[in-house]
């Protein structure tokens, strides 16, 4: 990553308050400049990419220099917003800038090539959301009794349902979809990271589930928790930045309030507001 004092860095700044630089996170960058000035650092990580540019270049060629499809901004920390391809990332930090109270060009130019301005303004090069389900491939055993064996199963978290899929690497297959609203999501001490999954009811069903990892067991219990403990067949969205619904999320069929407030839903197409199960 090119370094906000580094050599290169200060020769592109130097004589052109237009140059600057975007600090881009989740993505790695190429080493071809792009037309319209766009040039990347040489050594690219997956965390932090620091993009030289100029305020007239716009995402489509920063896309296009980088082999990616978009760009999305946050600011403050808060929903993150897919970019236009006419939009101009460099311009937006000067505005910003320039709201906060900076009139100096040249000191604007020397704010926005500050990486720490990325608590405030922030890029990215794919969408940062948080994790709507949770998917993976792990050992299932279905019911209470030893008759059943273990078997490595797509297992999905997703909405107010657990959904294992018939086969292992496909859900081609029939689902077996399992509801936890009023249920139990409990720790198998006899087995490493593993937990017994359980529905309400009388016809109720049960699913061993054990993980690889302590990680994936810590974040199946905490998601599975929230779950059987409500008490209301509610799925809270909202401020998830989403563009479109997992098609996972329906097969939950005792949903009764969807909360999508502060997203980014469209109104027409695959996954959008027209188009949700009602």
Not at 29 to 50: C, E, F, I, M, Y
Not at 127 to 145: D, I
Not at 266 to 276: A, F, K, Q, V, W
Request: hydrophobic share 35%; net charge positive.
């Amino acid at each position: 990553v090119i370094r906000n004092g580094s050599r290169s860095c200060r020769e592109w700044l130097k004589g052109d308050t237009q140059r600057g630089c975007v600090c881009l996170y989740g993505g790695s960058v190429d080493t071809q400049p792009s037309a319209s000035g766009a040039q990347s650092s040489s050594t690219p990580q997956n965390d932090l990419q620091l993009v030289l540019c100029t305020t007239n270049t716009t995402v489509q060629e920063l896309c296009t220099q980088r082999g990616g499809k978009a760009l999305y901004v946050q600011l403050h920390g808060d929903l993150v917003r897919r970019l236009d391809s006419s939009e101009r990332p460099l311009q937006m930090v000067y505005e910003y800038l320039t709201a906060m109270g900076y009139s100096d060009p040249a000191r604007i130019q020397q704010e926005a090539a500050n990486s720490d301005l990325s608590c405030l303004i922030r890029f990215y090069s794919g969408e940062p959301t948080r994790a709507l389900l949770l998917k993976g491939v792990f050992s299932v055993r279905k019911g209470k009794t030893q008759l059943h064996k273990w078997t490595e199963r797509q297992v999905i978290l997703c909405g107010t349902c657990l959904i294992v899929a018939s086969v292992k690497d496909s859900l081609t297959g029939k689902m077996h979809i399992m509801p936890l609203i009023g249920g139990k999501v409990e720790e198998v001490k006899r087995r490493s990271h593993c937990l017994m999954f359980s529905s309400a009811g009388s016809q109720a069903q049960t699913y061993y589930v054990n993980f690889d990892t302590l990680a994936d067991y810590q974040r199946w219990h905490r998601k599975a928790s929230k779950v059987v403990s409500q008490t209301v067949s509610l799925v809270d969205l909202s401020c998830y930045s989403l563009e479109t619904v997992s098609e996972y999320l329906f097969y939950s069929q005792d949903i009764t309030h969807l909360n999508l407030r502060h997203n980014f839903m469209s109104l027409e197409g695959p996954g959008s507001l027209i188009n949700l199960p009602r």
